[in-house]
């Protein structure tokens, strides 16, 4: 099983065009992130969250500054990494099994091994039975977990998800962060997760990382420290309640929330 990668970002920024009506969308930003290390960054809409998730990939170059994964710097789009998005991105023409198993056609892989590493993700995610049902037959949490499926299923080091339980309702996302915690504690990948909600942040981080206003720089990092695993009520642990009125209050004090 691959292991995760280290991600450390020094000083990056992303300007978008070059003339008078150029778009300052992020930084300068440092990240550290360790190898295996489970991290959110939470912000505002529009302070560069979704902008960070493409440069730590490599699907979009910075402007300044230098990333580099697992020690190698980052010069081009990087293929051992997963990314999951807010829209589960799945082909309507292909079962949900054949969604997954993309991954082993485009990049040739060894289609017995991954077929069974499909099969162990159907079952780790709770998609056992769906495997020949079309996306159209599938609730909306049931397509973002064989979205999660498809990321995984070539056992990338990194995971990146950028807002991924968003558009799912309160009972499926409280599910689906469990599984997904309790999966990450199998696989120890390397997770970047971007999000709006409190909740999401402190229940499955080790850090989280707060942002600014954009262009988003980080403000403060917060040092999650709960049992693993998390309880689906985390309101259970008052250390909780701590860490989500620490981060809405840098949010009152930002601006970001005026309750006054």
Not at 26 to 48: H, N, Q, R, T, Y
Request: proline letters at 5%; hydrophobic letters at 40%; glycine letters at 8%.
């Amino acid at each position: 099983m691959t292991t995760g990668a280290s991600i450390v970002a020094r000083g990056i920024t992303k300007v978008y065009g070059s003339d008078s009506s150029a778009y300052h969308a992020l930084g300068p930003i440092d990240l550290d992130i360790k190898p295996g290390e489970f991290v959110s960054l939470i912000g505002p809409s529009g302070c560069g969250k979704s902008t960070t998730l493409l440069l730590a990939s490599g699907l979009e170059p910075v402007t300044q500054g230098s990333i580099e994964v697992d020690g190698k710097p980052l010069t081009k789009p990087i293929t051992e990494v997963g990314i999951v998005f807010q829209d589960h991105l799945l082909l309507d023409f292909r079962t949900a099994m054949k969604n997954v198993m993309l991954q082993q056609e485009i990049r040739g892989l060894d289609k017995s091994v991954i077929q069974a590493r499909a099969e162990s993700l159907f079952e780790r995610l709770n998609l056992k039975g769906a495997e020949n049902r079309y996306p159209w037959q599938l609730s909306g949490g049931m397509r973002q977990r064989v979205s999660i499926a498809r990321a995984l299923v070539h056992d990338p080091s990194m995971l990146l998800m950028d807002e991924p339980f968003g558009a799912l309702d309160a009972i499926s996302r409280t599910q689906i962060r469990h599984d997904l915690e309790m999966l990450w504690l199998d696989t120890r990948k390397t997770v970047l997760f971007i999000t709006h909600s409190i909740d999401e942040a402190v229940g499955l981080s080790d850090r989280v990382l707060v942002m600014s206003k954009g262009p988003g720089t980080i403000v403060e990092e917060i040092k999650i420290d709960l049992p693993r695993p998390r309880p689906a009520h985390l309101g259970e642990y008052p250390e909780f309640t701590k860490y989500a009125n620490r981060i809405y209050s840098i949010f009152e004090k930002l601006g970001v929330y005026k309750f006054k």
